[in-house]
Structure formats: structure tokens, C-alpha cells
């Protein structure tokens, strides 16, 4: 198996809430020592980058901001090529505020927009603002539906909580139009990453926890989809037509994975 850079998950991977997976600094030290080319995927929009790169130094991880690719960097990028000035974003304060810093503003609700956006609110999701975000949408037929990641679950301290993908779903279905998907398990997203590591998808390698974001969609795009046993991860993903190129206990294991693959 010739791979050459690693893309890396990180909740369910690193960490589960706020407690880390037992090897995962090991690991990324690991990686660092030899060179060998890595980024940080994540779908996560409920915090900034600067957020999960203070987490992950809490954790003994020390990461650069431009090694983590999320979903709000690549969103940036596609409205300000979609000429769209005006969106309203239906996600937590902290992130509108890296949209800040990456020059997107955002539309008053009040008024006309140009796109809706829609990430990880979390319990911040009611009926009403899925109605306002739904009749955005249904009031001009031509704006786009902008889907932070389409990753439907993540595992919490309390247990499983849904993601952004159920809301987007039924957005995509009232308003009937289909989401422009700017995280996992988009292929363009996964494309992104591969760029940024100089590598071709065929020699980059997905670790995650999610069999259907981080492996299927990994491989969907062409790289080597590695499942962990650990955040999400359920016995029954080894059973099913979705089959990972390896599976590993943990994020501890992927070094003697990569030296006997």
C-alpha cells in the first residue's frame, strides 16, 4: 500500500468530549519525527479552529491553525467564488466569528440572503429557527443551501447527539433542493486535504471513527479508509457493505499500522 500522508479525525479519534484517546499525542509526535505529511479534518463547526487547536494543546498536541481543515475555511472559500456576500449563517456565535475573520459577513435574518449556511447548533436548533432558515429558502428558489458536513451523529460524555446532517436533510427536503456539501464526506472536501499534503488520493490514508463520513467517503474520493474502534465506532460497521481498508483499536496503533502495511 503506497501512502505517503495521513488525514486525521479528531473527536472520536483524539478525543470523546473532553477526554482524550490514550495515545494520540504519542501518535502525532510520531508523525512529526519522521515528516511524514498530515492535516487535521474535522467536521466540526460548534467552535473555531483556534478552539480546537487550544484543546488539543491541553491535550499535549501542538498544532499549527493552517494543519486543521474544516468545514467553515472551505465554506469561505466557495461563497466568496459563488459571489455570495449576504449569508445567513445558522451556526454558533463562535464560528459566525471565524466566518468573520475569513471576510464573510453574515445577512441580517431579517432581510434578504444570499445563501444559508447551516452548521452544528446543537440544542440551539427549535422549530423556529429551522422555519426561518426554511423560508429563506422557499422565498427565493435560486439562493444555495450550504451544508457544513453531512455527518449525522456524534458520540458526547452523555452519549450519541445528532449532527448536522438530520437538520440539513430536512432542509434539503421542505425546500426541495439538494446542499452544496462542504465537509465530510463531500469528495471535494476530501480533494482539499489531499492538496494541502502534496499528495495524490491514492497515497493518502483517512483515519475516523465514522464509517460512512470518514471511510466511505474517504475511499469515495479515492484515498485509504482506516476506521478506529473508538468515539462512535459500533461492531456492527464491520458487518455491513462498507468495508475499511484496516481497522485499528486506536489512534495509538496507526504507527506500527503504517510500518507493516
Not at 461563497?79 to 445577512?107: D, H, I, Y
Not at 446532517?165 to 463531500?186: I, N, Q, T
Amino acid at each position: 500500500m503506497s501512502v505517503h500522508g495521513v488525514l486525521l479525525d479528531l473527536d472520536g479519534v483524539f478525543y470523546v468530549g473532553d477526554e482524550p484517546v490514550p495515545g494520540g499525542a504519542e501518535t502525532v509526535a510520531w508523525l512529526v519525527d519522521r515528516g511524514i505529511p498530515h492535516r487535521f479534518v474535522t467536521n466540526t463547526t460548534s467552535r473555531p479552529r483556534r478552539d480546537i487547536v487550544a484543546k488539543l494543546g491541553r491535550m499535549g498536541i501542538e498544532v499549527d491553525v493552517g494543519e486543521v481543515l474544516t468545514p467553515v475555511v472551505a465554506a469561505a472559500a466557495w461563497l466568496e467564488a459563488e459571489g455570495c456576500r449576504r449569508p445567513a449563517l445558522f451556526v454558533p456565535e463562535a464560528t459566525a466569528s471565524e466566518f468573520a475573520e475569513l471576510g464573510v459577513g453574515a445577512a441580517d435574518l431579517a432581510a434578504a440572503a444570499d445563501a444559508v449556511v447551516v452548521g452544528d447548533l446543537g440544542s440551539g436548533w427549535d422549530f423556529a429557527t429551522m422555519n426561518r432558515a426554511f423560508r429563506l429558502l422557499a422565498g427565493d428558489p435560486g439562493i444555495p443551501l450550504v451544508a457544513l458536513g453531512l455527518t449525522r451523529y456524534w458520540r458526547a460524555e452523555d452519549g450519541l447527539r445528532l449532527d448536522v446532517g438530520p437538520f440539513v436533510r430536512a432542509l434539503e427536503f421542505a425546500s426541495d433542493r439538494e446542499a452544496a456539501v462542504l465537509g465530510k464526506p463531500a469528495a471535494t472536501f476530501y480533494r482539499t486535504a489531499v492538496d494541502s499534503l502534496a499528495e495524490a488520493p491514492d497515497e493518502a490514508v483517512m483515519v475516523g471513527d465514522d464509517l460512512r463520513t470518514d471511510v466511505e467517503g474517504a475511499q469515495s474520493a479515492g484515498l485509504t479508509g482506516v476506521l478506529v474502534r473508538t468515539g462512535k465506532f459500533d461492531p456492527v460497521d464491520l458487518v455491513g457493505a462498507i468495508r475499511p481498508d484496516a481497522v485499528l483499536d486506536s489512534i495509538a496503533d496507526l504507527p506500527e499500522w503504517w510500518r507493516n502495511r
